[in-house]
């Protein structure tokens, strides 16, 4: 895996002909033009041969030996993946690189919300190779419990059976776009109002063809968090075989009277539900302060959490596939997709720094008289990411959204991953 930082002076075809790479692969991996000039502190994914790169964390009892029978490598390519590391002295929660040939294999889960074939076909169409599931967020629930379309889900639905990605239906607590608490307060509350959202959620799924459903119930009131458990049981044994994924905020612990993430009960969730995805983004969010979207020592802190309530191998976390610009005037935020965000950058001339701590990019810059801070993903973020999963040895990841572009990303994952 190569990663390239912009320095002053560099050009893409002076970083093509370092890395022996043909320039029109580091344009398509990192969605780049041709006449781009880029700017320091562009991180860049060069699509290099040689093997992949797994992260493992050493346990009691390991050696090089047995880490490179593992993953069927040699200590030589170990050593050599990690400079100064001292054979004899491994000591248990070391976090190392190994060479292999062996891919890390995971189920991924990508949102879709389909405003418009023209904007969202193309996207998924891109991605679907990198898919196990595709959520489709088009459902929402009326005050007596009844699930209905917001939007048509038939060219979605009928796309995901020809790329053989898996079909779940998406239901949120909206009310006039919002996520409203005292809707789905009301409805968890009541067992009749759960059981019309049980029986119109499988009318659905059986009418459709859908394999199973993903809930996105956010700002439920704390005190229906057992009436969330309770319908979470009900609505599997409805599915029976089919999957139940549930979508929770994410934690570091358990605070239940907390507004956000009071009613999500980790390990009540993790025992009803096929596969719990913790929402690992938005800890810098619109109105606040500008932080990083996903640092990376709050995600490791959530999933370190999580793992004690749910099993990891029924768990994903999520990449969020855009990142936000702050106005500091008044911290008003708009986010982007990646891509556009690496444009904003070139256009503006900005220089990108990184946060090592956080492990994530951002960068400044004035329009007119207004300073602007922009924090998002980049290659180097998201490997950090992704080391998490194999370390933790969790399921895998989920992709809010999918129309949001981040060719990084998927140059990475076509290379890395091997998707179920």
């Known amino acids: 895996m190569g990663i390239h930082v912009v320095q002053a002076g560099d050009s893409l075809w002076a970083i093509s002909q370092k890395y022996n790479v043909p320039i029109q692969s580091v344009l398509t991996a990192n969605g780049l033009e041709e006449e781009t000039r880029v700017i320091p502190g562009l991180a860049l994914y060069i ?4 093997p992949v790169i797994r992260s493992y964390i050493v346990k009691p009892g390991d050696t090089l030996w047995s880490i490179s029978r593992r993953y069927q490598t040699s200590i030589t390519a170990i050593l050599s993946a990690n400079p100064g590391i001292r054979p004899e002295r491994l000591y248990i929660g070391q976090k190392i690189n190994v060479p292999t040939a062996n891919k890390l ?6 949102f879709i919300v389909p405003y418009s ?3 969202f076909l193309p996207a998924f169409r891109e991605t679907a190779k990198y898919l196990t599931y595709i959520a489709i967020s088009a459902y929402s629930l009326t005050r007596e419990g009844y699930a209905y379309i917001e939007l048509d889900d038939t060219a979605i639905l009928a796309e995901s059976r020809r790329l053989n990605v898996i079909p779940l239906l998406m239901i949120r607590n909206l009310a006039q776009g919002e996520f409203s608490a005292e809707l789905i307060g009301g409805v968890l509350e009541s067992p009749a109002y759960r059981r019309n959202l049980i029986l119109s959620l499988m009318n659905f799924v059986n009418q459709k063809g859908y394999e199973g459903i993903s809930l996105d119930f956010e700002f439920i009131p704390p005190p229906r968090r057992q009436d969330f458990n309770s319908f979470i049981k009900e609505l599997k044994n409805a599915l029976g075989p089919k999957i139940l994924h549930v979508n929770v905020h994410a934690k570091t612990e358990d605070i239940p009277a907390n507004r956000i993430i009071g009613a999500y009960d980790y390990k009540a969730i993790g025992e009803g539900a096929d596969i719990v995805a913790v929402m690992t983004m938005d800890y810098g969010y619109p109105t606040g302060p500008p932080n990083p979207v996903a640092p990376l020592w709050w995600v490791e802190e959530v999933i370190k959490y999580s793992i004690t309530q749910i099993d990891s191998k029924r768990l994903q976390i999520a990449l969020p596939l855009y990142g936000y610009d702050w106005r500091t005037s008044d911290n008003r935020t708009r986010s982007f997709s990646m891509q556009a ?7 503006t001339g900005s220089v990108i720094q990184f946060d090592a ?3 994530s990019p951002w960068f400044k810059y004035w329009r007119e008289a207004e300073e602007h801070v922009v924090w998002f993903e980049d290659i180097r973020s998201i490997t950090e990411k992704y080391k998490l999963i194999d370390q933790y040895n969790l399921l895998g990841m989920t992709y809010w959204h999918l129309s949001l572009r981040f060719p990084q990303n998927w140059a990475f994952a076509d290379k890395n991953f091997t998707i179920l």
Do not use: C, K, R, Y
């Open 117 to 119: 074939p023209e904007t």
């Open 357 to 359: 701590f956080a492990a």
């Open 341 to 347: 965000i690496q444009n904003l950058a070139l256009n």
């Open 47 to 50: 699509p290099e041969d040689g």
């Open 105 to 110: 294999v995971m189920e991924t889960l990508g």
